[in-house]
């Protein structure tokens, strides 16, 4: 629902530039927006649009909380750095979220490198293991479902990105740590 507000927030901010006669289409959704002969009404359209921008930023920003909250059982200390706590020193120990899609990764430092728990919206989770070398970062995850999978990811500060492998098929992820 977030993204579809952001969407529709989009359309209603396009349309009101350029009068109208815009269609914007993401994934299953599209909106239309028809002309606006009137400039006090393309002025509205811009402030439905920011509404609805700022409306599905709040949801967006609620789903991080929920991936917070499910995980907040099994890691006690989550969420911390989000009250203002001091995090770990550890270049990445703490959780890390994909923006695009409100999953996210628990590195926990263990003996032989990191445990990691890849928890997805609805509540599904994968478990496996991590090993940082320098700025390189390597997962491996197991999944009933697709088997086992892993990421190739480069560390910088607060952000990694890099690829992802599953059943053969290449994908680029990105991850930025909210603790």
Sequence with gaps: MDI?????????LIGAVVGGGV??????????VPVVASHKRQVLLAI??????AGGWHLYNENQQRVE???RPIFPGIGAASQGARRSSDALAGVWMHP???SSMHFQKSDDGYDVI????????????ATL???????????????D????????????????HVNGQVFPVALSRIQ
């Design 118 to 129: 890849s928890s997805k919206p609805g509540g599904f989770t994968d478990k496996g293991t």
């Design 4 to 12: 579809v507000l952001i969407v529709l927030g989009a359309a209603c």
């Design 149 to 164: 999978y892993g990421y190739s990811l480069s560390l910088s500060g607060d952000h990694m990105s890099g690829t992802g």
């Design 23 to 32: 269609k914007v289409k993401q994934k299953d959704t599209e909106v239309a």
């Design 100 to 102: 695009g899609d409100g």
């Design 48 to 53: 439905l649009g920011l509404a609805f921008i």
């Design 133 to 147: 070398d320098k700025d390189e970062v390597s997962v491996w995850l197991s999944n009933p479902m697709v088997g």
């Design 69 to 71: 909250d499910m995980l």
